[in-house]
């Protein structure tokens, strides 16, 4: 997929509309001041940086047609150091990102909440998103098993709001100062430089297992929440306690949650194996695709709002981040919409320089004491400086607030603006133009009672570790449950060292029994797992059914995928009424041939494929049909691609759609024995093309789950 040669993939097809809409011409612009492209290149003439014209833009400067370079050829040495300078160092995490542009629209039922302007009834606000893997370099597959970012940058008219959260609600670790350690212990050990963007190796493991208030986030990171199959299906969450501040200064506690319009579904950890060396792209692909097509990902952001003498009543701190609120406890009050419908015009312009920080609040919105935020509110602007290399990086377009900015600051690398004022300072009295505060629409702290000793302590009320991990546990579905086992065990699997695995199983146990028996069970541990000693013994507390991406799936192929395999002689009215059938349930049908050629259908018409068989294995698919003519099925049956084509979709937990001609592919892949009972074999024909519709809309198989692994 990632190589796939026709004219009609949707990316060609982008180019194609750029070319006729003039897009191809902006993306030779760069993004200038106030977020207006500004063309540096004209398409008439080649310029030094300097605006002087080229002459020769093939040969170096020389002293004879075979002689020494001269230095005084600056354009050449211009050139040169531009490209030396290129790169800027990655970030320390979340280096693999992907962005775009939409806006969000408030809907003002719970605006009495805030007086945040972005938040009152049918404001639209520009946003900014950047989605991201947080342990991967920026090479790295996006499939990995993570974490994933979720920041938002919203551009209020009351300056630059970030909402800089993840697709998991908890976090591994209480306290700031842990952070590095963390991160640390899952990036590429020092001395070897590996392994890259996975955190199935021991020094993780070493960490998290010493780590106790780690245990609930690490059951959301073995889950299928770390998996995602796409961006657009993806939960976001602020992680953190925030406070929302009305008009009349009062404050809430909130919680702020994203969710999206296509349901949260993930993939299966083998699938993301496999995509990860079919498509390492394949989220950013997946997000691109949909916005060039005009499908428009979308989320709700909604609020659990509470206040402080409820959250004194709560059986845990809403200041300890490794926990969360059950919805069931607090339910969501949703705020607006956010609509993404922009791809970004440079992925270095945008994406690499947009520049989040979690203290760029606004009037309206306030911090809380969670420990880690406010470790948080100090790392990202310090960040931000050797990333970007200026306190300035707020004047990058991308950064540059929406609204006007005023202050005595000056100077500085990359200073862009020229302040023409004479004064940089105040109170002054020679300049009366200048910028004053305004304690009305000023951003004024919540003015919270603070008193205590200085400590470096934790405090007693985050100590109790294990009893949301088994609450989570409780409330997953058994598929959810298997995937959770087959989680860690992949992850302790790949760890060496014995005392690390049985370390972890052990706080296993003490999450649950059953858990920790079939995670010990698959290493082979039955028998030698001592439970970890809590310092403060678990409850069992209601299981929180919100919790379970499964429990209710949406129904219908939104967003989704369904890959079909033809041949010279397929047929044709079969192929349309599958088209049309999967197109109407919301999903896109991708063809796949076996060369990156057209097929004759068995009406004679002529069809474009998408993709060819060795580019596009099945695993790219959220579901699969094979309908290829008759008298090609003898060539499929002689590829091994065509036969692990079926294969694996059938072991990913696939749909399959198939005509009976193909019955001998089912059985070289050996699952033509499952077709009486498995609901998702679907031997096709035009009246079956709505059960394969529905089938497909269940987004997978788990009955089958248990037969293939
Ligand atoms: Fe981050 N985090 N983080 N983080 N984080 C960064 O900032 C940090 C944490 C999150 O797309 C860095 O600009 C500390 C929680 C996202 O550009 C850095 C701690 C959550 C992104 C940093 C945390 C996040 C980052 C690296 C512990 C979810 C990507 C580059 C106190 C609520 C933003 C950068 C983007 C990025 C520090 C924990 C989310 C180094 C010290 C919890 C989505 O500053």
């Not at 008219?157 to 670790?173: A, K, S």
């Not at 690390?500 to 029994?513: A, K, Q, S």
């Not at 919301?586 to 259908?601: D, S, Y």
Request: aromatic content about 8%; proline content about 7%.
């Amino acid at each position: 997929m990632a190589n796939a040669p026709k004219k009609n993939t949707r990316e060609n097809a982008r180019s194609k509309k750029s070319r006729s809409t003039g897009r191809q011409a902006a993306a030779k612009m760069q993004v200038g001041e106030g977020g207006e492209p500004h063309q540096t290149t004209t398409g008439e003439v080649l310029t030094s940086n300097q605006g002087v014209p080229i002459a020769d833009h093939q040969n170096t400067l020389t002293v004879g047609p075979r002689g020494p370079q001269l230095i005084e050829d600056s354009f050449m040495r211009e050139k040169i150091t531009h490209f030396d300078h290129e790169r800027i160092p990655e970030r320390a995490v979340h280096a693999r990102g992907y962005a775009a542009h939409g806006y969000f629209e408030a809907y003002g039922k719970n605006a009495p909440l805030t007086k945040a302007a972005f938040l009152q009834p049918g404001v639209k606000t520009d946003v900014f998103v950047r989605f991201s893997t947080v342990a991967g370099s920026k090479g790295s597959p996006d499939t990995a098993r993570d974490v994933r970012g979720f920041a938002v940058k919203f551009y209020t008219t009351e300056g630059n709001y970030d909402l800089v959260g993840n697709n998991i609600p908890v976090f591994f670790i209480q306290d700031a100062i842990k952070f590095p350690d963390l991160i640390h212990s899952v990036k590429p050990a020092p001395d070897r430089g590996f392994p890259q963007a996975q955190s199935a190796h021991d020094s993780f493991w070493d960490f998290v297992s010493l780590t106790p208030e780690s245990v609930n986030m690490l059951m959301w990171v073995m889950s299928d929440r770390a998996i995602p199959r796409s961006f657009r299906m993806m939960d976001g969450f602020g992680v953190h306690t925030f406070r929302l501040i009305n008009k009349s200064g009062k404050s809430t506690f909130v919680k702020f949650h994203w969710r999206p319009k296509l349901g949260a579904v993930s993939l299966i950890w083998d699938e993301a194996l496999a995509i990860a060396g079919a498509d390492p792209d394949f989220h950013r692909r997946d997000l691109w695709n949909a916005i060039e097509d005009g499908d428009y990902p979308e989320w709700e952001l909604s609020v659990q709002a509470f206040s402080e003498e409820e959250a004194d009543a709560f059986d845990f701190d809403v200041l300890d981040p490794t926990k969360l609120v059950p919805e069931e406890l607090v339910p969501l009050r949703p705020l607006g919409k956010m609509v993404l419908n922009r791809n970004v015009d440079n992925f270095f312009a945008e994406t690499e320089q947009v520049a989040f920080c979690p203290s760029h609040v606004v009037p309206g919105i306030d911090l809380s004491n969670d420990p880690l935020l406010q470790g948080r509110l100090f790392s990202y602007l310090d960040t931000q400086l050797s990333r970007l290399g200026s306190p300035n990086f707020h004047q990058i377009p991308v950064n540059k607030p929406r609204c006007p900015v005023g202050n005595f600051q000056r100077d500085g690398h990359m200073q862009t603006g020229a302040q023409a004022t004479r004064v940089a300072y105040e109170p002054n009295s020679l300049d009366d133009g200048g910028p004053r505060e305004d304690p009305k629409r000023g951003f004024q702290s919540y003015p919270a009672e603070e008193f205590g000793q200085k400590l470096r302590i934790r405090p007693e009320s985050f100590a109790d570790h294990y009893t949301q991990a088994r609450q989570f546990w409780h409330s997953m579905t058994e598929p959810e449950q298997r995937h959770i086992i087959g989680g860690f065990s992949f992850e302790l699997g790949k760890v060496q060292r014995q005392e690390i695995r049985e370390r972890m199983v052990g706080h296993l146990m003490v999450v649950d029994p059953d858990l920790a028996k079939s995670v010990a069970e698959k290493l082979g541990l039955e028998g030698k797992i001592r439970p970890a000693r809590p310092a403060v013994e678990p409850r069992d507390i209601e299981p929180s059914p919100a919790l379970s991406q499964y429990r209710a799936v949406k129904g219908d192929l939104g967003g989704k995928k369904v890959g079909v395999l033809v041949t010279d002689g397929a047929p044709s009215r079969l192929f349309r009424a599958l088209k049309k059938a999967v197109k109407a349930a919301g999903g896109q049908l991708a063809t796949v041939a076996v060369r990156p050629a057209p097929v004759a259908l068995d009406d004679g018409t002529s069809l474009e494929v998408d993709h060819f068989l060795a580019g596009a294995p099945s695993a790219v698919f959220d579901a699969v049909v094979l309908i290829p003519g008759p008298d090609e099925v003898e060539e499929l049956l002689s590829l091994s691609a065509s036969v692990d084509w079926v294969r694996d979709a059938f072991a990913h937990l696939k749909v399959i759609g198939y005509t009976p001609e193909i019955v001998t592919i089912l059985e070289r892949a050996n699952i033509e024995r499952f077709a009486a009972e498995d609901d998702g074999l679907v031997e096709l024909s035009n009246k079956a093309v709505k059960t394969f519709v529905e089938e497909a809309s269940q987004h997978r198989c788990w009955d089958r789950e248990p037969a293939v692994r």
